[in-house]
């Protein structure tokens, strides 16, 4: 007898399967892992825009080297073509879902001293209710040793100076947070690797049965052979 979970799973993988599209650049356009009739939000602009005012209040936040390193954390996204400016908010679906936010700061880490967290699991009013909720992880698709977004506007307002007027962005690609991303980018590598298997046997065998998460553990005899 299958398990709610098991049912859950398959759910997803024929969800991924039917709803996956292949853009003019080949890259994957792939949709959210929707629990069943979902999504179904209420407007959470203003509880999402007071808790950055709030944001904006604490000592973290009044440290200009957070606050310019948090800056030019939004600007890559959208330099790089992870998110960009809704410059009119009537062009919102009515389905959306403003994520709240928050930095995490290390300046002993050298390779990443300031990430911004967007909060999947933070419940808002007036719904009382978070992205996650709305959304399955899906089934473990990593082995046992980013993704264009589809679907529902996930958005976040931001300044770089209180001064500012606050703008709203439009995630593109599925965010960090999202209870349903880590099994939406594995799916989508290993996608990608079944569709080239016949071009690039080795490399997809790699992919499929000796990936971790995004790291590759395989090995080959020589630089030759790992070089087809």
Not at 116 to 140: C, E, H, I, R, Y
Request: glycine letters at 6%; proline letters at 7%; aromatic letters at 10%.
């Amino acid at each position: 007898m299958k398990t709610t979970k098991t049912l859950e799973e398959e759910y997803i993988k024929e969800k991924l399967e039917k709803g996956r599209q292949i853009a003019e650049d080949g890259r994957h356009i792939i949709p959210c892992t929707w629990r069943e009739k979902e999504p179904n939000f209420a407007d959470n602009r203003r509880y999402v825009v007071d808790n950055f005012k709030r944001l904006e209040k604490n000592k973290h936040w009044r440290d200009e080297r957070v606050r310019k390193a948090y800056a030019e954390k939004i600007a890559g996204y959208v330099e790089k073509g992870y998110a960009e400016e809704v410059k009119n908010l009537g062009e919102i679906p009515e389905q959306r879902k403003y994520i709240p936010q928050f930095p995490v700061v290390d300046w002993l880490n050298d390779s990443t001293p300031l990430r911004p967290v967007f909060d999947g699991k933070q419940k808002t009013p007036p719904d009382n209710k978070s992205l996650n909720d709305a959304l399955l992880p899906g089934p473990n698709l990593a082995n046992d040793l980013p993704i264009v977004l589809s679907g529902i506007c996930h958005l976040f307002v931001f300044r770089g100076d209180p001064k500012e007027k606050l703008k709203t962005y439009r995630f593109l690609r599925h965010p960090f947070g999202s209870a349903g991303s880590p099994c939406v980018a594995i799916y989508a590598a290993k996608r990608l690797a079944k569709d080239f298997q016949k071009k690039y046997p080795l490399a997809a065998s790699m992919v499929l049965s000796s990936s971790i998460v995004d790291d590759i553990m395989g090995s080959v005899e020589n630089e030759e052979e790992a070089e087809c």
